[in-house]
């Protein structure tokens, strides 16, 4: 069994910044992707960054220049640093990172529960 679980999430005003984090846990024998989604209510869930376990990391223009997204590959944790925050940026944030189990053949897809981030104009 595997579980993220996010923490960070919180009230912040415009302009300002947070940093969220998720950690995985359970059987894990090694992590691929990692990223970041966030669903604002009425909106689809949309990608907000990822990040590969050689650090390598994508980020929509919605975000580029304000959102970091960075991993420790010893903690099994992705971080997602974000700055210069705006009001359309107020969602639930979800981890999702792909996860190879021991014993498995396949690495599989697991989410977190979801973490709200509101930002004040």
């Known amino acids: 069994q595997v579980q993220l679980v996010e923490s960070g999430g919180g009230l912040v005003q415009a302009g300002g910044s947070l940093k969220v984090s998720c950690a995985a846990a359970?059987?894990?024998?090694?992590?691929?992707?990692m990223a970041w989604y966030r669903q604002a209510p009425g909106k689809q869930r949309e990608l907000v960054a990822s990040i590969t376990r050689g650090g390598s990391a994508y980020y929509p223009d919605s975000v580029k220049g304000r959102f970091t997204i960075s991993r420790d590959n010893a903690k099994n944790t992705v971080y997602l640093q974000m700055n210069s925050l705006k009001p359309e940026d107020t969602a639930i944030y979800y981890c999702?990172?792909?996860?190879?189990?021991?014993?498995?053949?396949?690495?599989?897809?697991?989410w977190g529960q979801g973490t709200q981030v509101t930002v004040s104009s």
């Open positions: 359970g059987n894990i024998f090694s992590i691929n992707s």
């Open positions: 999702n990172a792909a996860i190879h189990s021991n014993g498995a053949r396949y690495a599989y897809d697991y």
